[in-house]
């Protein structure tokens, strides 16, 4: 029904009660590309911090003889064979058409400035 | 004072498959009219879900086995998360914790062992071109390219210099190009390179470490070799200067420039990226199996240096045998190993006649061969009719020799071997001429 | 004489192949009630602009080929978070407002091949992010039976649609609980499918490891059949099962559950949980073993716990899952998302930022094993496992004020079996307040059969599928 991972999961640990603070709100809305008021800040400082003891209930629980689950399916190997999909490419036009900002066949945004977020070579 | 450069490079290849990797859009993307080849998938529409190609699965296995590593036999992809407009999803699939290839190796020519940490699977972004719009600075996004199949092979820090680095990479290019996933040209971006330096410096003090750095932005080997020269003296400069040695928050990266010749400080952030890696819950994991890798293992070519040296056995020159290898010259080398055995046919002739371009693998081979070879007319009886009767139609040039002027000696050469249809043995012809002329 | 409204789907087609009526006539008819009664509940987004056109072609068809399609002719209504061509699809949320889909979901591109109309999309919870559709950016959906309260969520829409009987049946997906509970607080039928039974592909995402389409209908029967149509391989979801789809209407009509081992989980009998609730669940036990099913008390892990996995589980995925919404391609900027979506994004990240995901994800995924492990051992034995979907009836309207929890702590008791993957069937088993009750009967992955039959079982013997006079409660 799952797939071992490598490692075991932590153990049981003390329930310990954690603070979220505003800073680290702001952290994590960085990292998820959203921009919040300051009330908002404050608000899900106070929430995060409540959701965060009820999650660590869980430390009550021994996990140190599973491994955990991903996957419920049990499905391994699943794949498709190397050939092109016509039913699916959408033709220019579709794939333009719900973007607010497009020029000549291209999605427009702002200009991008950090270049060392990509893999990708301009 | 001892410095040790340790460069490591990472390896992008771009697969030549038919279609993407989680998709059916078609993989061949370059110079295609922007956005005319993507679909729910690799456009990131809301709703749509990844299916692995399995070619490209079995081409990133090919890589790893070509590069002497252990296949794991449980693997999966993970999410690699960041926000950036040509990453559809707002996260990459690739793979985390469970590649699907490790621990392998590359030998350089000298013997030297590069140990090769992994070659995983991953998709490619979409493509981004900054331009001008009504007087606003924008960014323009083509997502043809985005699911295009990538491998990624990370090697070790084994390489201490710009030389070896060089020839780490053209040695993964041939790989490359002679298992068939890709034909690795760089112009296109179906190869990229991104070094990874820092240097170790011994001296009376003890021995310590220059911060990390990773080289973006390099599309050829020989900027590879600029780049990572230029950063070395830099990054000696800079210890000489700070003393600041590495730690684990201080890797940077710079971007090369290939006209000043420089690396340049790219915008750092503050806090080192988080990923937030966690496993792809739409795709179900891998296990793969002995019997699996070696039917992949099977299906293998030989090696350009396995080539090399079986061709060395046969007694070809190592100049000759690694031409026909680069060139990728099948037949001439499949001619080769086949007229092994033949007695009227040395090897090491052959390759060499072939290289020089004087013997088309193509044409009847042993005809060809014997004309090419054959030990030409040493009958010095009849070759000095010839050189004489050409001799008397040129009497001043006879007077010339004999005067001094060695060098119309060729003349008489020449013109022997034109009478003789080519058939005359250069050697004793001239020895013939030479005799003559001086008596 | 029942009214066209009331008509089941084998009604619905007795009524085409013996012409009392056409299906334009069906689908005018369901256009004028949710004329008349969506501006007071709110079920419907957005109306099919062709339904009517379908619909005659529709009846082109019946006359030249009779019925040869599973669902031909049945008026659905589909949640708001199925890509559907032609008609706009929005998961409730501002940031979708007017996206009309690029390409059609792999779940309502097989209804449409069985032959089914869509009447119009339905609210739900923003992005599925609730248990009361009160978190949809377009005002929450009003419960047919009393129009202050909540239909629960987040297919509360799809519930609401059926109880308030706008169309012959309806299409929801469950992540935990969102099929069940609304189909428990509206008092009608909901199945959720094992995981991976039907395709994911084109229903906007929301936990990946958990998301089940699945049907909400009047009768078991119904569901039985609409889920069977929607359920298969698909080649474009990786997670769906190769397994064969068994016929299950075929299983149905059960005249007792003689040989059935049915484990009532005691946990699910909440200690703060209202008295005439917990009847309702003994009596749904007792009608069990009157039919014959042997009835035992079954222990499972405190369903506390399964909020804590569900938690982080779910959101973690969530923000992962919401990060292609970034208005370059479709869609408004990302300001535009609720402030539920937003606290929710917000928590995934955190959990699986770096330094918080062995502590958080890996130890709830780790957590999520035991319960996997729990049922496994529960089902050598047990055919079913039976609880309540829901701690209590319908809440008002406002309850999820400032409950940044509200939607966990409601779905207490689907969680557990949503994580698992496991099938569930959710019938009507009572009334409390006038509200109605549901039950929930849960089988191993892969027994919908199973779980379909004693759930019609029960159904024929108990009178509690009921329908709302919404003249009167509206």
């Known amino acids: 029904m799952y797939l071992p991972s490598t490692e075991n999961p932590a153990k049981i640990g003390f329930v310990h009660k954690v603070t979220v603070t505003p800073d680290d709100v702001k952290k994590i809305a960085k990292l998820a590309n959203l921009k919040l008021q300051k009330d908002e800040v404050d608000l899900f400082a106070g929430q995060f911090t409540e959701t965060v003891d009820m999650i660590n209930r869980l430390n009550e629980i021994n996990t140190s003889d599973v491994p955990a689950t991903y996957q419920v399916t049990g499905l391994t190997n699943i794949s498709r064979d190397d050939v092109i999909d016509l039913t699916r490419i959408l033709p220019q036009e579709v794939a333009l058409r719900e973007a607010k900002l497009t020029s000549h066949g291209f999605f427009v945004v702002p200009r991008v400035i950090d270049t060392d977020e990509t893999e990708s070579v301009i | 004072m001892n410095i040790t450069p340790l460069i490591g490079l990472e390896v992008h290849v771009e697969l030549e498959t038919k279609s993407k990797m989680f998709c059916g859009c078609p993989a061949d993307h370059f110079g295609k009219v922007p956005n005319t080849q993507t679909c729910p998938v690799c456009l990131g529409l809301p709703g749509a879900l990844p299916v692995p190609n399995k070619k490209a699965l079995e081409s990133c296995l090919k890589i790893g086995l070509a590069l002497n590593c252990s296949i794991n036999r449980l693997s999966k992809f993970d999410r690699k998360q960041y926000f950036y407009p040509d990453l559809a999803k707002g996260y990459q699939i690739s793979q985390y914790d469970q590649p699907f290839c490790s621990e392998g190796f590359l030998n350089l020519d000298s013997g030297k062992k590069i140990g090769i940490e992994r070659v995983h699977q991953e998709e490619d972004t979409g493509k981004l071109q900054h331009t001008v719009l009504n007087g606003e600075k924008v960014t323009l996004v083509d997502f043809n390219r985005s699911g295009v199949p990538l491998v990624e092979i990370v090697s070790k820090p084994d390489m201490s210099s710009s030389a070896e680095a060089k020839e780490y990479l053209k040695k993964v290019h041939e790989i490359i190009r002679a298992i068939g996933v890709s034909s690795a040209d760089m112009e296109k971006g179906q190869m990229r390179l991104e070094p990874t330096v820092n240097v170790c410096i011994e001296n009376e003090a003890g021995i310590r470490y220059t911060p990390l750095v990773e080289i973006k932005n390099i599309n050829s080997f020989n900027f590879a070799v600029q780049a990572i020269e230029f950063e070395i003296k830099r990054q000696v400069e800079d210890f000489e200067k700070t003393g600041v040695e590495k730690s684990s928050t201080n890797k940077t990266t710079r971007g090369y420039d290939s006209v000043k010749k420089v690396t340049f400080l790219q915008r750092t952030k503050e806090e080192a990226k988080d990923y937030r890696y966690f496993p792809e819950p739409d795709i179900p994991p891998f296990i793969i199996e002995e019997d699996f890798v070696e039917k992949i293992g099977k299906e293998l070519p030989l090696l350009p240096d396995q080539e090399i040296s079986s061709l060395k056995n046969l007694g070809v020159e190592r100049k000759d045998a690694k031409i026909l290898v680069s060139t990728q010259n099948q037949v001439a080398i499949q001619i080769i190993h086949d007229y092994s055995d033949d007695d009227r046919i040395e090897s090491k002739k052959l390759a060499s006649l072939i290289v020089n371009g004087k013997l088309d693998p193509a044409e009847h081979v042993l005809v060809r061969y014997q004309e090419l070879t054959k030990v030409g007319n040493t009958d010095r009886g009849e070759l000095e009719k010839v050189i004489q009767g050409i001799m008397l139609a040129n009497p001043v040039l006879v007077a010339d020799f004999k005067g001094g002027k060695i060098a119309v000696a060729g003349f008489f050469v020449g013109q022997a071997m034109k009478e003789t249809k080519g058939t005359a043995d250069p050697k004793t012809l001239s020895e013939v001429v030479l005799d003559l002329l001086n008596k | ?474």
């Open chain 3, 1 to 474: 004489m029942k009214q066209l409204h009331e008509l089941t789907i084998k009604e619905v087609h007795e009524g085409y192949r013996s012409k009392s009526f056409s299906c334009v006539d069906l689908v005018k008819h369901f256009l004028s009630r949710i004329e008349k009664y969506n501006p007071k509940l709110n079920v419907f987004l957005a109306l099919n602009p062709n339904a009517i056109a379908q619909a005659a072609a529709i009846d082109k068809e019946i006359a030249e080929k009779g019925i040869d399609r599973e669902l031909l002719g049945i008026p659905m209504a589909i949640k708001d978070n199925f890509l559907t061509i032609g008609i706009s699809t929005t998961a409730s949320s501002h940031i979708l407002e007017g996206y009309m889909p690029q390409y059609e979901s792999s779940v309502t591109s097989k209804l449409l091949a069985a032959g089914a109309i869509f009447l119009g999309k339905t609210n739900m919870d923003s992005f599925a992010h609730g248990s009361s559709t009160e978190t949809s950016d377009f005002g929450p959906t009003h419960n047919p039976w009393n129009p202050d309260k909540l239909p629960g969520g987040s297919s509360g829409g799809s519930a609401a649609a059926v109880s308030a009987q706008l169309a012959t049946a309806a299409l929801g997906s469950e992540t935990a609980g969102s099929i069940r509970q609304p189909a428990a607080w509206c008092g009608v039928t909901g199945f959720k499918p094992t995981y991976g039974r039907a395709g994911r592909y084109g229903c906007i995402a929301m936990a990946s490891s958990t998301d089940s389409p699945g049907p909400i209908a009047k009768t078991v029967a119904d569901a039985a059949l609409v889920a069977k149509v929607i359920s298969g391989q698909d080649p474009f979801d990786a997670t769906t099962s190769p397994a064969p789809v068994e016929n299950y209407p075929t299983f149905l009509n059960n005249k007792d559950l003689k040989g059935v081992k049915i484990g009532m989980v005691k946990e699910y009998l909440l200690t703060d949980m209202r008295d005439d609730v917990k009847k309702l669940i003994l009596d749904a036990a007792e009608k069990f073993r009157s039919l014959g099913a042997i009835v035992e008390e079954v222990s499972l892990m405190d369903p506390k716990y399964a909020i804590g996995v569900y938690t982080v589980v779910q959101r973690s995925e969530v923000s992962s899952n919401l990060a292609r919404f970034d208005g370059i391609r479709f869609g408004h900027t990302r300001d535009s998302f609720c402030e539920e979506t937003k606290r929710r994004i917000m928590l995934g990240t955190y959990t699986l930022s770096s330094g918080y995901y062995d502590a958080y994800y890996k130890k709830a995924q780790a957590v999520r094993t035991k319960m996997i492990d729990q049922f496994a051992e529960i089902f050598k034995t047990y055919d079913a496992v039976i609880g309540a979907v829901s701690p209590g009836p319908a809440l008002s309207l406002g309850a999820t004020k400032n409950q940044p929890m509200f939607g966990e702590m409601e779905d207490i008791l689907v969680e557990q079996s949503s994580v698992a993957g496991l099938t569930s069937a959710g019938v009507p088993c009572g009334f409390v307040d006038g509200l109605p009750i549901g039950l929930q009967i849960t089988c191993d992955q892969f027994q919908e059969s199973k779980a379909l039959m004693i759930a019609d079982c029960y159904q024929r013997n108990t009178d509690f599928q009921q329908f709302p006079d919404i003249d009167k409660t509206l």
